[in-house]
Nanobody, 118 residues
Framework: QVQLVESGGGLVQPGGSLSVSCAAS????????MGWYRQAPGKQRELVAV???????NYADSVKGRFTISRDTAKNTVDLQMNKLKPEDTAVYYC????????????WGQGTQVTVSS
């Protein structure tokens, strides 16, 4: 049974930093892509940052230059370092792991709250 355990997040003032981490367990077939998505109240879930098995990353334009995603393939963990946080970064952040080849899968974490407020 695949389980994603997220940690980190919390409350920070504008301009501050936070990190969120995710550890995937129960993975049998290698992960193609790991990453983070977020959902703010009243909005759709959106991509924040993802990294594939080759180490290639993709960031939302709104976080480029401020957020950094890193992945430990051997440990099946993914971290998101968030700097220069803005109030509009406030959201529930969800870890995601997926595999594109057979057998396909797509798993989500339970979400962790990030609040940026003074």
């Amino acid at each position: 049974q695949v389980q994603l355990v997220e940690s980190g997040g919390g409350l920070v003032q504008p301009g501050g930093s936070l990190s969120v981490s995710c550890a995937a367990s129960g993975i049998i077939f290698s992960i193609s892509e790991m990453g983070w998505y977020r959902q703010a109240p009243g909005k759709q879930r959106e991509l924040v940052a993802v990294v594939n098995s080759g180490g290639n990353t993709n960031y939302a334009d709104s976080v480029k230059g401020r957020f950094t995603i890193s992945r430990d393939t051997a440990k099946n963990t993914v971290d998101l370092q968030m700097n220069k946080l803005k109030p509009e970064d406030t959201a529930v952040y969800y870890c995601n792991v997926k595999r594109g080849g057979f057998p396909r899968y797509n798993y989500w974490g339970q979400g962790t709250q990030v609040t940026v407020s003074s």
